[in-house]
């Protein structure tokens, strides 16, 4: 008999319903053990209508989603699991207040944890095999030794065109190798940035992405997003491979914005539910549950040396997180409208966020002040006129030599120096251009709409090369 059947033999013995849930292998599930134990002695408090103290246990994502005390369930760790503490009154406030759960449901809900605490059978499968070795990946800040990351032997996808091209609601550039990630429906399509041809597509399942991101040496691909008011995810891809690395997150409405950190350990995420979670990308678990947001929240970036995690969202607040403990190092509060965007330059010193407020503004990361204000999308040498609201600025990039680019609601992209002079005005979108990037060496910029296009123009003449869609002939 091995040593973990002679550890849960006699709870087993002394209670029947764990002894069923362990029949033939069976795992100990969220779905089919754990919540009728929910719904008997805690769902009346605390459910989609009434969450006391905001937690609400009628679903997994909900439960895995804390509360105002913090996150509800430690996987792996019934006894540092608020769930499990106060049920079986360990600490204040004692759950139910008025009577105990039995012991026999509390034998399930703690060994439910031990086993990680999985929604399913088939999430406790994913649980056992979970634990992703980053070892194997080069960490690298600066420029990976050997040949950059490109796609090498892609998967074969078959997916149908859609009815017209999807919008550009993502859109990223690989740091070092001439690649361009660019999300369409249920897809992500990865784009050559010199030739223009398509290298492959990863699918995404899960819906829409609505972020993309490349690790910082170009080796991962992130993607981000769900159905919304429904389910939400982080996927994690091989560049070279195209094989899904790992999924981070369940939630129950879609993710809005997302990062991986420079050595891969971490993956940050936000959304509607205007909290900032970080997880350990190896294990899934979440480690920081960040409640300070006062609404979605809509943008994510850890700074290129990993010390620092900046968010923002859809009511102008911005934060800057120590990303190993989550503490707050600054508030950034100069925004009046919703932050669209971050982007840390390459030596982590400044920061810059751009917002529907109409202006960039560059953060110093020593003080949290902000140096620079650029009024990115309205007429050069207008004069401003506070009764006219100043076009919003839908995204802001810094390139590796620290020029900036932005685009937003005057349907035009623009390039801006180091010192915040406009270097390039670019023009002739038909509809609204939501994300602008350089391509890894700084000579292109690559500019999505809502059309589907993605235009691409040259930097050292301003012209435009060619143009992409989210919805590829085959």
Not at 89 to 111: F, N, R, S, T
């Amino acid at each position: 008999m091995s040593k973990h059947a002679i550890a849960i033999l006699p709870l087993l013995l002394l209670f029947p319903e764990l002894a069923q849930a362990q029949k033939a292998g069976s795992p100990v599930t969220y779905k089919d053990h754990v919540l009728p134990i929910l719904r008997k002695h805690c769902l009346t408090c605390h459910n989609a209508d009434k969450s006391r103290s905001d937690l609400d246990v009628s679903t997994y994502a909900k439960l895995m989603a804390g509360g105002a005390s913090g996150e509800a369930v430690k996987p792996g760790r019934p006894d540092q699991s608020l769930l499990f503490q106060v049920v079986s009154h360990q600490v204040e406030p004692k759950m139910p207040p008025k009577g105990e759960v039995p012991a026999a449901d509390l034998a399930v809900i703690k060994k439910w944890i031990e086993l990680g605490a999985p929604e399913t059978a088939g999430g406790a499968a994913n649980i056992a095999t979970r634990r992703i070795d980053i070892d194997p990946v080069i960490i690298s800040r600066g420029k990976p030794s050997g040949p950059p990351p490109m796609p090498r032997s892609m998967p074969a996808v078959s997916l149908e065109r859609t009815e017209r091209a999807h919008p550009v609601t993502a859109l990223a550039a690989s740091p070092w190798a001439p690649l361009l990630a660019v999300a369409g429906h249920e897809r992500v399509l990865l784009y050559h940035t010199d030739t223009l041809k398509l290298l492959g597509v990863l699918p995404f399942p899960e819906r829409i992405p609505y972020v993309l991101r490349f690790s910082r040496n170009g080796k991962w691909l992130l993607a981000a997003g769900g159905r919304g008011a429904l389910a939400g995810r982080v996927v994690i891809w091989d560049v070279t491979t195209g094989k899904r690395v790992t999924e981070i997150g369940d939630e129950a409405d879609i993710v809005l914005a997302a990062d991986v950190s420079s050595d891969h350990k971490l993956v940050a995420l936000g959304g509607p539910g205007k909290l900032v979670k970080i997880y350990d990308t190896a294990t899934g678990e979440l480690r920081h549950r960040i409640k300070k947001h006062t609404d979605w929240v809509t943008a994510l970036e850890f700074s290129p040396n990993g010390q620092l995690l900046a968010s923002g969202d859809r009511n102008g607040g911005a934060y800057i997180w120590e990303a190993r403990t989550g503490g707050i190092v600054f508030t950034l509060g100069d925004h009046k409208e919703a932050v669209t965007s971050l982007s840390w330059r390459a030596d982590s010193q400044m920061l810059a966020s751009s917002s529907e407020d109409g202006r960039v503004i560059l953060w110093y990361a020593e003080d949290g002040f902000p140096t620079r204000t650029i009024v990115a999308q309205a007429e050069r040498g207008a004069r401003p006129n506070p009764r006219k609201k100043l076009p919003g600025v839908l995204s802001v990039q810094y390139a590796r030599d620290g020029q900036l680019t932005t685009c937003g609601r005057d349907n035009t992209a623009r390039v801006w120096k180091a010192d915040g002079k406009q270097s390039a005005r670019l023009e002739g979108f038909t509809d609204l251009p939501s994300h602008a990037v350089f391509s890894h060496d700084g000579a292109r910029l690559f500019v999505g709409d809502f059309t589907g296009t993605v235009r691409v123009w040259t930097l050292k003449d301003n012209q435009l090369a060619g143009e992409l869609t989210t919805n590829p002939v085959k």
